[in-house]
């Protein structure tokens, strides 16, 4: 089944607690995007990337680090989380950038204390 | 740069009415029109799309069509049912920013 995975689900950490959610496509998809969203403000978009080894910042990337070393993979890394980074975040990757349907994981609810 | 505006929500509706979400964009350029649907607890996922000018999407009685003369892609539905109800988003892709850009979303309840 095509699809994309989150994990975890839900996550309840402290300020300052490094942490990584990951995210893995199985359609072979070149473009992957990481996006947050918040009442009232929909989603908006903290890093994208365009094919392996090539990322760049979104709307939002402010305390966000990506990585992308295999074209399945596409980590979000909080090294120093804050409570602001207490959000809903969604994984989608696609074919190509914009004009492809994206396809949305799960989405990992994060709560920072 | 390229923006989109959807109507703000909460929507209520009864079972069989009619649905109509306003959409509209500003984008230079020839972009891709969406609209994705997030039902509860769940992540989004694509309802319908149009590629270009006066194409019209449908998907499960749902419809929207590109219009460029008004710069608009409502979403609309002559009957909508209680397992409707979720939150609908406006997306434009493709334009000068490249990225998918979403509207702020609107929640639709439909009461039985």
């Known amino acids: 089944e095509a699809q994309v995975t989150q994990n975890p689900r839900y996550l309840i950490t402290v300020t300052g607690k490094k942490l990584t959610v990951t995210c893995s496509q199985n359609m072979n998809h070149e473009y992957m995007s990481w996006y947050r969203q918040d009442p009232g403000l929909g989603l908006r978009q903290i890093y994208y990337s365009m094919n392996v080894e090539v990322t760049d910042k979104g709307d939002v990337p402010e305390g966000y680090k990506v990585s992308r070393k295999e074209k399945r993979n596409f980590p979000l890394i909080l090294e120093s989380p804050s409570p602001n980074q207490t959000s809903l975040y969604f994984c989608a990757s696609s074919f190509r950038e914009g004009r492809d349907e994206q396809f949305f994981g799960p989405g990992t609810r994060l709560t920072v204390l | 740069g390229d923006s989109v505006t959807q109507m703000e929500g909460p929507v209520t509706l009864s079972e069989e009415a009619f649905l109509t979400i306003n959409c509209t964009y500003t984008?230079?350029?020839?972009?891709?029109l969406f609209w994705y649907v997030q039902y509860p607890g769940e992540g989004l996922q694509l309802l319908l799309k149009?590629?270009?000018?006066?194409d019209k999407g449908s998907n499960k009685g749902f419809e929207a069509t590109y219009r460029k003369e008004t710069t608009s892609f409502h979403l609309e539905k002559g009957s909508v049912q209680v397992s409707d109800s979720a939150v609908y988003f406006c997306a434009l892709g493709g334009g000068s920013q490249g990225n998918l850009i979403f509207g702020k979303g609107t929640k639709l309840s439909v009461k039985p």
């Open positions: 984008a230079t350029g020839y972009p891709s």
């Open positions: 149009a590629t270009k000018a006066d």
